[in-house]
């Protein structure tokens, strides 16, 4: 079964940086694949896209912050000015289509 395993969550200051990786053998090359999180309390909502053409898009309250990228079989996300807003858990799946099985995701707390 495909599996997406999340990695690279941790516990940062206001204005600190972290890189979310995805790794999967379900992640293919067309596939448009996205980042998606989840606060306490809200729905799982997407953050950023990138298609196989390495075209990306982002939510508005992230963009200049977040960068998306890919390559074969995984996906990572460079979170950079982090704010306590951005605390949540992290996934990764595709962001058109049929889902894949969701992860654990990868918890990211921005606190002082």
């Known amino acids: 079964q495909v599996q997406l395993v999340e990695s690279g969550g941790g516990s940062v200051q206001p204005g600190g940086s972290l890189r979310l990786s995805c790794v999967s053998s379900?992640?293919?090359?067309?596939?448009?694949m996205g980042w998606y999180r989840q606060a306490p309390g809200k729905q799982r909502e997407l953050v950023a896209s990138?298609?196989?053409?390495?075209f990306t898009n982002y939510v508005d309250s992230v963009k200049g912050r977040f960068t998306i990228s890919r390559g074969n079989g995984f996906l990572l996300l460079e979170m950079n000015s982090l704010k306590p807003e951005d605390t949540a858990v992290y996934y990764c799946?595709?962001?058109?289509?049929?889902?894949?099985?969701w992860g654990q995701g990868t918890l990211v707390t921005v606190s002082s």
């Open positions: 990138i298609s196989s053409e390495r």
């Open positions: 379900g992640i293919l090359r067309g596939d448009i």
């Open positions: 799946n595709r962001a058109a289509g049929e889902l894949l099985p």
